[in-house]
């Protein structure tokens, strides 16, 4: 038997429990890791409280990222060994798969031997972010050092890891954040400018970063209101990539300012990167390559314990985070 977190209803933190289940042994393209740590995601949160693209089966595990050491392999499986010390990108599924627990069977094609400087607590925070970002804003955007890009909900994991790698190919970055509490912060950690929206116009401030051009990229997480003033601020031709959908009021469509300035409104998903083998691929590369020279590094905000699981989903609803929430095991 091994602890396990799951939920038996959809809602708060409050229903998350850690339970004694017997994990079975791994499918024939699986295998099985024991779990050393995994990130929390606001896609989890989404997930357990019954507003994500996927509906939980009950009782349902949860979690999209872990690393730890494979200590089984499925009949199919040749590409690892037991005993090897890998993290996994987020599957296609989080119905099907879960890493929230000491023990979880992974597809074995989104296991990665990540590089052996990092730590347990790194290693569980690197997949779901920069392959996220990888995808929309190097492989979708075609992101350049001629670019601008709008990086909403900046201070998450993902939004840091954007800020990363849009400095990494020389792309001015404009980060937002609700208030001035974190504005240091990102400045501190890279980002070109910030723009506290709650306290500023986000339209008019792009204008005056970009000379009027306004931004070519947006990648946003939140959705609602924050679309039309998107949309005002990118320059013609411009795209968003909508990857979230923070906001819980309604998202009116901009139609006249994609009209007229030929916008591109992306929906995204890291499973379009995932499902594709050449991708993947180029998107791994990419990814290690840069975390081994220092280009990409993981920011950890604060790290829990398995029994501490529902205070960290409490702690990542606070939204006071600067970087990733970490579980270790």
């Known amino acids: 038997m091994s602890r ?5 209803q959809n809602g708060g933190p409050e ?3 850690i339970e004694n289940v017997e994990v079975p042994p791994p499918a024939p393209t699986e295998v099985t890791l024991q779990v050393k740590a995994f990130g929390v995601n606001r896609a989890e949160s989404m997930f357990r409280s019954g507003r994500y693209v996927e509906s939980p089966v009950f009782p349902a595990r949860l979690g999209y990222e872990a690393a730890g050491i494979v200590t089984a392999l499925g009949s199919e499986v040749t590409s690892l060994q037991i005993g090897d010390a890998v993290s996994i990108v987020p599957p296609l599924s989080i119905t099907r798969w879960g890493t929230y627990g000491e023990v979880a069977n992974v597809p074995a094609d989104v296991v990665v031997k990540h590089p052996a400087s990092l730590s347990w607590i790194e290693a569980a925070a690197i997949w779901m972010q920069y392959v996220t970002v990888w995808g929309a804003l190097i492989d979708l955007a075609k992101l350049t050092r001629d670019d601008a890009v709008i990086i909403t909900a900046a201070s998450s994991s993902v939004g840091l890891a954007a800020i990363q790698l849009a400095k990494s190919v020389g792309a001015t970055t404009i980060a937002t954040t609700r ?4 504005k240091d912060a990102l ?11 709650q306290e500023e116009d986000l339209v008019a401030r792009v204008a ?5 051009r306004g931004a070519r990229v947006a990648f946003d997480p939140v959705a609602g209101p924050m679309l039309e003033r998107l949309a005002a601020a990118l320059a013609h031709d411009g795209i968003i990539i909508e990857y979230g959908a923070l906001s819980t009021d309604a998202t009116p ?3 006249f300012p994609v009209i007229d300035k030929l916008l591109t409104v992306r929906g995204y998903q890291y499973k379009q990167v995932v499902r ?3 991708r993947f691929a180029e998107a791994k590369r990419f990814i290690l390559d840069a ?3 220092g280009r990409l590094k993981p920011v950890i905000d604060k790290v829990f314990t398995l029994d501490q699981i529902v205070e960290a989903h409490r702690y990542l609803e606070s939204n006071q985070q600067f970087g990733k929430i970490v579980v270790t095991v």
Not at 179 to 182: D, H, I, L, R
């Open 179 to 182: 208030t001035s509490a974190k």
């Open 4 to 8: 396990i977190v799951r939920f038996h």
């Open 208 to 212: 005056e970063i970009t000379g009027g």
């Open 291 to 293: 975390l081994a020279a």
């Open 253 to 255: 469509f901009p139609l």
């Open 187 to 197: 400045l501190s950690f890279g980002a070109d400018h910030v723009v506290a929206t």
């Open 276 to 278: 594709d083998p050449a």
């Open 15 to 17: 229903v998350l429990r």
